[in-house]
């Protein structure tokens, strides 16, 4: 009945799975996912300033969202352990937030939507960890997917 709706992670029980990628394609994919951690005025004029107490806060985040990357398959059930050919992850200081862009690049037998989105959760919480001393009150929101390439659906971009 759950395998009727199309539900890819459940089997014809209802028991949760992983999914046998063994027959897809091993081919270039590539997802971009984004996020924001709403800030205080005060932390970013600390980041654009002399920075914040506990140190170089868009640099840690930027290592953190690498390693989230290669750690999904260990935080998400059911998440593919996949060779990660590239990450990168962007933060930038706008007025009233941290926005993060994370994009994930894979040559394997399924996509990287789940990499990316790790990316930009983990910088996220880094940024609060490393901020939190002056604004207590951080809020990382907007988490999505932005783009994905490659694999038997192509190209998606969000409108």
Do not use: F, N
């Not at 046998?20 to 994919?29: C, N, W």
């Not at 959760?121 to 490393?130: C, N, S, T």
């Not at 932005?146 to 694999?151: D, N, T």
């Amino acid at each position: 009945m759950t395998q009727d709706r199309g539900l890819t992670h459940v089997d014809e029980t209802g028991a949760a799975r992983m999914v046998d990628v063994s027959g897809k394609d091993v081919g270039t994919r590539r997802a971009v996912a984004s996020g924001k951690v709403l800030v205080s005025a005060e932390v970013v004029s600390a980041l654009r300033g002399d920075g914040v107490p506990k140190g170089d806060a868009l640099g840690v985040a930027r290592i953190a969202g690498i390693m989230g990357a290669k750690r999904t398959p260990d935080l998400i059930p059911l998440c593919h352990p996949i060779a990660i050919t590239g990450a990168k992850v962007d933060l930038e200081v706008a007025d009233d937030a941290v926005l993060i862009t994370a994009s994930v690049k894979t040559t394997d037998r399924t996509g990287v939507e789940m990499e990316a989105l790790t990316a930009v959760a983990v910088a996220g919480l880094a940024v609060i960890d490393m901020v939190k001393a002056l604004d207590p009150a951080a809020v990382l929101s907007d988490v999505r997917v932005e783009r994905k390439e490659g694999g038997k659906t192509g190209l998606w971009e969000r409108s």
